[in-house]
Nanobody, 122 residues
Framework: QVQLVESGGGLVQAGGSLRLSCVASGSSGSINVVAWYRQAPGKQRELVARLTSGGNTNYADSVKGRFTISRDNAKNTVYLQMNSLKPEDTAVYYC????????????????WGQGTQVAVSS
């Protein structure tokens, strides 16, 4: 079992930055794929960024060049550095992880955090 706890959300002005953290506990050494998703009110959950154990990354087109996903295995932590934030980035951000290889769809992730709220004012 793996437990995920996100932190780092908050209220920021447009153009500002935030860094989200997701700390994994339990059998975190078995994780192969980690990702950040977000869900805005009235919208479906969407992939923001994905990182495999091999270092491959994927980003939503809307965040490319602004967000960076990274992982510190020594700290069992996944980060999402968010720069040049826009009001449309406002959402609850969730960390997800899977022990399986090649996971891409939200339904395939085994573990989810509770979410952290990000609000960007204009």
């Amino acid at each position: 079992q793996v437990q995920l706890v996100e932190s780092g959300g908050g209220l920021v002005q447009a153009g500002g930055s935030l860094r989200l953290s997701c700390v994994a506990s339990g059998s975190s050494g078995s994780i192969n794929v980690v990702a950040w998703y977000r869900q805005a009110p009235g919208k479906q959950r969407e992939l923001v960024a994905r990182l495999t154990s091999g270092g491959n990354t994927n980003y939503a087109d809307s965040v490319k060049g602004r967000f960076t996903i990274s992982r510190d295995n020594a700290k069992n932590t996944v980060y999402l550095q968010m720069n040049s934030l826009k009001p449309e980035d406002t959402a609850v951000y969730y960390c997800a992880a899977s022990t399986r290889v090649g996971v891409r769809q939200a339904l395939e992730y085994d573990y989810w955090g509770q979410g952290t709220q990000v609000a960007v004012s204009s």
